[in-house]
């Protein structure tokens, strides 16, 4: 079955600095990618997805991610943080039909 | 449409008791997924069904542990007898194929005590 590791339980950055969550996945046959945020209390929010074309996907509230086959990754980005970026950010990958995701990248901004 | 639905959004209960989950998709889903969200083991997969059909049941973690889908529009998962290492935010998440993104209700928070 598919799997997803995203390697860095908690960052901290400051506001306004750029940002950069790692995921990785294992999956034999192209998958199809996403990250989600999930703010307290909240369900989970589609930021972006790549099924496939152009490796460089953008989502919503400015973040985008870059699908790379040869490292089986596929790293959140975004330049610029803002204060309400804090949450909990999720990679998932689709294989065989169910969706699988990572343990969960914790974000905090500092002022 | 008013996205996938979950009910309760918070339930307490005691421990031996049954506790039953709701869950109502998005209208033309025919993808169905149960997870289960705690600090220690993150975001895990229980169970997912395809057209009503469960598919994989594999996340279930005990014989405890029973979900339903009688028609495309409900899914129940049923905890009996819940136990306190049950206590966890339970999602239901629903897409159009399973390979697309799935949308996720807000989650019922258990509480077994």
């Known amino acids: 079955a598919q799997s997803v590791t995203q390697p860095d339980i908690h960052i901290t950055v400051s506001e306004g600095a750029s940002l950069e969550l790692r995921c990785n996945y294992s999956?034999?046959?192209?998958?199809?990618l996403f990250w989600y945020v999930q703010s307290p209390g909240q369900g989970l929010q589609l930021l972006l997805k790549?099924?496939?074309?152009?490796?460089l996907v953008q989502g919503i509230k400015g973040f985008e991610a870059e699908f790379k086959r040869s490292q089986s990754s596929f790293n959140l980005r975004k330049p610029s943080v803002h204060w309400s970026d804090a949450a909990e950010y999720f990679c998932?990958?689709?294989?065989?039909?169910?969706?699988?995701f990572g343990a969960g990248t914790r974000l905090t901004v500092k002022p | 449409d008013a996205g996938v639905i979950q009910s309760p959004r918070h339930e307490v209960t005691e421990m031996g008791q049954e506790v039953t989950l709701r869950c109502k998709p998005i209208?033309?889903?025919?993808?169905l997924f149960w997870y289960r969200q705690t600090m220690m083991r993150g975001l895990e997969l229980l169970i997912y069904?395809?057209?009503?059909?469960?598919?994989?049941d594999s996340g279930m973690p005990e014989d405890r542990f029973s979900a339903k889908m009688p028609n495309a529009s409900f899914s129940t998962l049923k905890i009996q007898p819940s136990e306190p290492r049950d206590s966890a935010v339970y999602f239901c998440?629903?897409?159009?194929?399973?390979?697309?993104?799935?949308?996720f209700g807000q989650g019922t928070r258990l509480t077994v005590v």
């Open positions: 790549y099924f496939s074309g152009d490796t």
């Open positions: 069904f395809n057209n009503n059909v469960p598919i994989d």
């Open positions: 998932a990958v689709v294989g065989n039909n169910d969706m699988r």
């Open positions: 209208s033309g889903h025919n993808s």
């Open positions: 998440a629903s897409s159009f194929q399973g390979s697309t993104e799935a949308f």
């Open positions: 999956y034999g046959a192209t998958p199809y």
